[in-house]
């Protein structure tokens, strides 16, 4: 039997896909970790922010409302590592959290280093 021109490569597109498939894999995971480090810069900046208003409050401010303040929206898998300092600065408030990045997801495991959230805001007037 002979086999007709033109019909050798059939199959050939599987092949390949097949054999790009690991490297595809390999980039929607880099995408996916650049995504988390990313996420967790906004919650660590968004948590500081929250911390320092809560501490120049007339009423119930100070260090205690600022660590309150600052871990009460972040998600249970960022609070386990959550490092948060509140302290007052010539008529301001500064907060800094710390968070550590997520592998892949959230709660399975941590990258060894830290992001940093910042944030200060005025001390209100009492009266």
């Known amino acids: 039997m002979r086999r007709p021109l033109g019909g050798g490569d059939r199959g050939q597109v599987s092949v390949e896909f097949l054999g790009l498939l690991p490297l595809i894999a390999l980039v929607l995971i ?9 996420y967790t810069y906004s919650l660590a900046a968004n948590s500081a922010d929250r911390g320092a208003r809560a ?29 948060t300092a509140c302290h007052p ?6 907060a800094t959290v710390r968070l550590k990045v997520p592998v892949l997801f959230p709660g ?17 007037d009492s009266g």
């Not at 880099?30 to 990313?38: C, D, E, R």
């Not at 600065?89 to 500064?94: H, I």
């Open 55 to 83: 501490a120049t409050a007339t009423q119930g401010g100070g260090a205690g409302a600022c660590r309150s303040a600052a871990e009460d929206d972040l998600p249970d898998s960022w609070r386990g590592g959550a490092s």
């Open 108 to 124: 399975a495991g941590d990258f060894p280093w830290t992001v940093t959230g910042t944030a200060g805001a005025a001390q209100e």
């Open 30 to 38: 880099l995408v996916w970790q650049f995504v988390l480090v990313g």
């Open 89 to 94: 600065q010539a008529g301001l408030w500064k």
